[in-house]
């Protein structure tokens, strides 16, 4: 699969060390060419550098760019970007882990409305860059599950390989316009992680006991 990052951070250094490692073809694009360069010969395995453009003209296109900036850059790629699966990681969350979309269209419908064309799915962002570095993520000997939220068939088919490449398993939770409960999920969790040291998964219960008492 031909895959396309734009931005040239941690969680394009993330996960994109594991899909080439995993035999995709990358292209790591940025403003800055040199850095760039530089997160593509970290990555290896082939992967190469280029511009915006050069990264919006694969498969899959991974937007790992902050908040506001994504929609910008993606705006600019609509007519390029047409077709495209867009794959979005990024959390809304501002000072004091508010919500910075809570009174309007998510992260995610943000990407859809500035490149209508294209087949957004909302995905990794309720994880730190470092659970993706991981080789894989399991946790009292489970696959870490990534929850996955979209409208286009063929999209969700190709970020379900993409989490598998991984060593994760695809979890999908609706169409797209559940993205923002996954946004919300990840201010939630922030907010307990980062805020008070909480564990987040103490919150659920087992699935047995999801729907109430069992038992007599």
């Not at 506001?68 to 867009?86: F, I, N």
């Not at 979890?171 to 987040?200: H, K, S, Y």
Request: glycine fraction near 14%.
């Amino acid at each position: 699969m031909r895959i396309g990052i734009l931005g040239t951070g941690n969680m394009a250094d993330a996960l994109g060390t594991h899909w080439a490692r995993a035999g995709h073809r990358l292209t790591v694009g940025g403003r800055d060419l040199a850095k760039a360069g530089r997160l593509a010969e970290r990555i290896g395995h082939g992967a190469r550098p280029g511009d915006l453009r050069a990264a919006a003209d694969a498969d899959v296109v991974l937007v790992a760019l902050p908040f506001g900036a994504g929609a910008e850059v993606v705006r600019a790629l609509a007519e390029p970007l047409a077709g495209r699966t867009l794959l979005d990681c990024a959390n809304p969350v501002g000072p004091g882990f508010r919500l910075l979309t809570s009174h309007g269209p998510s992260a995610a419908e943000q990407l859809a409305s500035a490149a209508p064309r294209s087949h957004v799915v909302k995905a990794f962002n309720l994880c730190h860059e470092d659970v993706w570095r991981m080789r894989p993520p399991v946790f009292d000997g489970r696959p870490l599950a990534v929850p996955l939220c979209g409208d286009d068939a063929t999209a969700l088919t190709r970020a379900s390989e993409l989490v598998s490449d991984l060593g994760c398993t695809p979890f999908p939770t609706g169409g797209l316009d559940r993205a923002g409960l996954l946004e919300a999920t990840a201010a939630l969790f922030i907010g307990l992680w980062v805020g008070t040291g909480a564990d987040a998964q103490a919150i659920a219960p087992p699935l047995a006991y999801a729907s109430g008492p069992i038992g007599g």
